[in-house]
């Protein structure tokens, strides 16, 4: 998973360049353990964005808001290397009553530092100087063309925000730290996402938005498909591939349980990387020399792995939450596959759709180039189809979940039955409580369908390897630095099938088919 944050990191991309060409703080390059975690202090940043805003009000010359802005933007960037690293070392150790505290102080930050940013964004948008300020020399031609019309940032959205952030903070606790989320933990657990499902409702209409996937689909992920082109290839999967999924034998997942201590997990993407050559050699080279990944095991971690971007220190970082099994090596690639994006690119400005497509990318590409991943051909060809069909269902089952309008934990479980046993489910041990072990639905609402999509131009750059030996990581390493952030325009400028062409789940089948045998 990319930790990406879009609530948080709109403009950090934008600008990033800015940190890079500055260095990281201090100056020269900076191993993870030499970044000082800093309490930041932002309650000033909305009085800031004000006086920036007056400038501009005033007709001060670009020069003079630019000497506003920039430290406005630096304690921004500030914020985002600070609460990036809190989140790192609270997921390292989710005990250490330290770094919880951290986390939650930054998170509990983010409607006031988003909100100060987006006002001053949609402000100098609205202002007579929006020309000036895109002149080259200052913010460049088109930065504001995502801010037109008015901030979503109103009293209420803040407070409706800053209670989301409560709750997700609270479901972290729990989930973390329980044994058995299907226990004494369940009814709370449930209960703090019928109040997410609330709250996010009211959020999605303060915002302008009709309902909450139109909200999170433009607003929040920045999609170039709509929510029903998503609910109708959803259905497709549904019907296409649950009886392939339901007929799968515990057998092709055995060799996924082998054991893979840190040095085995690690030697496979690191000997994938230099088949590879080129920028992703380069790129693994960064992380080991300059610490930038842990892969970290016990029962105080998250129990997730992600990836995110520092952009005071210009660097990405690579988090696995290990299980010590063979899993952790296509894990490992997974998470390795955004930090060559977020390397090559200098932070990457691509939607989550596109990000994934590179991690999940990577992890097919590995089947050839690493000297072991032949071997584990079977198991991610039917971690494929799991991908295909679970998060398909759990992408459908948030779609279902967000138009009811008027929630209960009851209701939630009912949908929850009923699109497992759509997608076929209940060929294993299955329960109507289990959604509640799956964190993307209490902290990126709308995420899951991303893992679908992506995994499915994945699979396209895979067989276009297959096809023409070098051809598909030919076209990974151009993308890498892709300017195109939205999935169909991405697939358009890679010469990808579309996921939502007629028929094309059927082909996904016999794909699927041949090669699990």
Same mark, same amino acid.
Request: proline share 2%; hydrophobic share 35%.
């Given at each position: 998973m990319k930790a990406f944050f879009p609530k948080l990191l709109c403009l950090v991309v934008a600008l990033v360049l800015v940190a890079v060409a500055a260095g990281p703080p201090g100056g020269g390059p900076m191993t993870f353990s030499q970044m000082d975690y800093v309490r930041p202090e932002v309650d000033h940043l909305p009085e800031l964005s004000q006086a920036c805003l007056d400038l501009?009000?005033?007709?001060?010359? *670009?020069?003079? /808001? +630019?000497?506003? !802005?920039? *430290? !406005?933007?630096? %304690? @921004?960037?500030? !914020?985002t290397d600070n609460y990036c690293l809190s989140f790192i070392h609270y997921s390292a150790d989710t005990t250490d009553e330290y770094w919880t505290e951290e986390y939650e102080y930054c998170s509990g930050k983010i409607p006031l530092v988003q909100g100060a940013m987006d006002d001053l964004l949609y402000g100098l948008a609205d202002s007579d100087q929006r020309e000036a300020l895109e002149d080259q020399r200052y913010l460049g031609e088109g930065f504001f063309d995502d801010y037109d019309g008015q901030s979503v940032w109103t009293e209420a959205y803040t407070a409706l925000a800053e209670e989301e952030?409560? #709750?997700?903070?609270?479901?972290?606790? #729990? @989930?973390?730290?329980s044994q058995d989320p299907f226990g004494e933990d369940y009814q709370e657990m449930a209960q703090i996402y019928v109040d997410l499902i609330h709250v996010r409702q009211d959020m999605a209409l303060e915002a302008g938005h009709d309902s909450f996937q139109d909200y999170a689909y433009d607003y929040v992920y920045g999609r170039d498909y709509t929510a029903d082109q998503a609910r109708t290839y959803l259905e497709e /999967?549904?019907?296409? =591939?649950?009886? #392939? @999924?339901?007929? =799968?034998?515990? $057998?092709? !997942?055995?060799?996924?349980y082998a054991p893979s201590g840190r040095e085995q997990t690690a030697s496979y993407t690191r000997d994938m990387a230099r088949q590879m050559g080129g920028? /992703?050699?380069?790129? @693994? %080279?960064? +992380?080991?020399?300059?610490? #930038?990944? $842990?892969?970290?095991?016990?029962?105080s971690t998250t129990g997730t792995s992600f990836e995110m971007f520092l952009p005071g220190y210009g660097v990405p970082y690579v988090f696995v939450s290990a299980t010590g099994t063979v899993r952790d090596q296509l894990t490992f690639t997974h998470e390795f596959g955004h930090f060559c994006n977020d390397y090559a690119a200098g932070g990457s400005a691509v939607g989550i759709d596109v990000a994934e497509v590179f991690s999940q990318g990577l992890e097919y590409l590995s089947l050839v180039y690493a000297p072991e991943g032949q071997a584990l051909t079977q198991l991610k060809m039917a971690d494929s189809l799991c991908v295909f069909v679970e998060q398909a269902a759990y992408a459908a089952f948030e779609l279902e979940v967000y138009d009811l309008e008027d929630p209960t934990v009851e209701q939630v479980e009912r949908v929850f039955q009923e699109v497992g046993e759509t997608y076929g489910f209940d060929s294993w041990g299955f329960s109507k409580e289990m959604y509640v072990a799956i964190p993307h639905f209490f902290t990126e609402p709308g995420?899951?369908?991303?893992?679908?999509v992506s995994n499915d131009a994945a699979m396209g750059i895979y067989q276009l390897e297959l096809e023409g030996p070098g051809a598909g990581l030919a076209l990974y390493q151009t993308a890498l630095t892709t300017g195109q952030e939205a999935l169909l325009g991405f697939l358009d400028e890679c010469g990808l099938e579309s996921p939502f062409t007629a028929g094309h789940v059927a082909k996904l089948r016999r794909t699927l088919e041949q090669a699990l045998g």
């Open positions: 501009a009000a005033e007709g001060a010359s *670009p020069d003079q /808001i +630019m000497d506003k !802005f920039l *430290p !406005f933007y630096e %304690q @921004y960037v500030s !914020f952030t409560q #709750l997700e903070n609270r479901y972290y606790q #729990l @989930y973390s730290q /999967i549904g019907r296409e =591939l649950s009886d #392939l @999924y339901g007929n =799968l034998s515990a $057998q092709v !997942f055995e060799q996924g920028v /992703i050699l380069e790129a @693994y %080279q960064t +992380m080991e020399a300059y610490e #930038l990944y $842990q892969l970290n095991t016990g029962a995420y899951v369908i991303s893992y679908v």
